[in-house]
Structures are given as C-alpha cells and as structure tokens.
C-alpha cells in the first residue's frame, strides 16, 4: 500500500523555467511534509517542509504547496538551475512517540534541467 | 566534516554470509534511523533508535539486528544474506521527530 506516490518518475525543464514536481497521499495522520533533494550515489538531504496546517512554504528558490482537501503536495521551483538536476523525493511524517519520526517516501521523480 | 558517515560505501557478498554496515553521526541527534532503498527506488524506513533504545521496528526479518553502542552510532547486523537483501541502505538521525540527516548510503550486492 503505498502512501506517498509520486506519478511522474523524471521531468525535463529548461534553466531559467519554472519546475513542479507533484506528490500525492492518502494518509489523513501525516502531520508533516518534507522534499528531499537526491544526488547520484549521494544520501537524501532535506530541502524543504510544511506543516499540515499551512498551505505555502517559501525558502528562496523552492516553494511547497499544501492542498489537504485534494491530500496534494507540490513543489516549485523558480528559476530552475541545471544544479537543480537530481532525484526529488516527497516523504509524509508521522510521529512515533515524541523521541522519533517515521518517514514514508514517494518513489522520487528525476529532474532534468537543460540549458 | 561529514555529518552522517557509513561505512562501507560498497559491500558485495556471497548469500549465507554474515555482514555489518556502520553508522556515525557527530551532529548531537538523539535520535537514529536505517532505511532500505530497493530496486524498486522505495526508501522505507527500518528502525530507529533514541538514545539507545529501539524505537521503530517495521517488521523486518530477525536475521537484521541494529545495534547501537551511545547515540552517536547505530550499527546493522545481517545474518544469513539473502539475494532479496541487495539493496542500498541509508542511515539517517534527527533531534528527535525533526528533520531527518541522511547518510551516503551503503550499497549491498549479495551473490
């Protein structure tokens, strides 16, 4: 059963344009959203978050954006860089206990950012 | 520095064998994970640990045992290794349920 579903596993988009990658749900007890940056051979570094009770998050170049009536997540990116070319990968927390996070992932969807 | 490090990067193996992948982080975190990326890019989670002390366990076969000496380690064990074991795995930590810090990753090739 899988919760977190991203359905587009690459995207291609010219630097300077403006990228979105979407991200799915469908469990209504992840109380948090993080995007996840992927270089190859590299481990995941956290790029950005959003509180289930927002709707926008802003940091720079990256945007997230929360439809929790449509469980949808979407990340924007404005201008794309070709050093944005990576896997990104959406994650949905639940917490465990206070001490501890678990963390389900999408399957990732590789950008491509051409010159 | 290296905030999350594991060792060995690359691990090949003959099935039955036993092996441990190690985990350091230096970043304070009480906090511990390992993850399991398989070929099929899932990454799901497998235990964590806080402060010594499991946490999260997600039904994982007993032949993987974490073990974590002071909470700036957290060590997998696997015995027995089995084909369907050959996977990338990625140790993780966090302060507590905040953002998670991953580690490079240990890629496992059983033969």
């Known amino acids: 059963d899988q919760q977190v579903k991203q359905n587009s596993p690459s995207l291609s988009v010219q630097e300077g344009r403006i990228s979105i990658l979407n991200c799915d749900y469908t469990?209504?007890?992840?109380?948090?959203f993080l995007w996840y940056k992927k270089y190859p051979a590299e481990g995941p570094t956290f790029l950005i978050s959003?509180?289930?009770?927002?709707d926008k998050n802003e940091d720079g170049r990256f945007t997230v954006f929360l439809n929790k009536s449509a469980k949808h997540l979407s990340l924007h990116i404005v201008p794309s860089q070709p050093g944005d070319s990576a896997v990104y990968f959406c994650?949905?927390?639940?917490?465990?206990?206070?001490?501890?996070?678990?963390?389900?992932f999408g399957t990732g969807t590789r950008l491509q950012v051409t010159l | 520095d290296t905030a999350v490090s594991q060792t060995p990067k690359y691990l090949v193996t003959q099935m039955g064998n036993d092996k441990s992948i190690k985990c350091e982080q230096n970043?304070?975190?009480?906090?511990m994970y390992w993850y399991k990326q398989d070929s099929k890019k899932f990454l799901k989670i497998m235990f964590s640990y806080n402060n010594k002390e499991l946490i999260i366990n997600e039904t994982v076969p007993n032949r993987f045992s974490p073990k974590s000496p002071d909470k700036a380690h957290l060590n997998l064990h696997i015995n027995s290794l089995e084909l369907g074991d050959s996977a990338v795995y990625f140790c993780?930590?966090?302060?507590?349920?905040?953002?998670?810090?991953f580690g490079p990753g240990t890629r496992l090739t059983v033969l």
């Open positions: 970043l304070g975190h009480d906090t």
């Open positions: 993780a930590s966090s302060q507590d349920y905040s953002e998670q810090f």
């Open positions: 994650a949905a927390r639940t917490i465990n206990t206070g001490t501890a996070s678990k963390l389900t």
């Open positions: 959003i509180s289930s009770i927002k």
């Open positions: 469990n209504s007890m992840f109380d948090y």
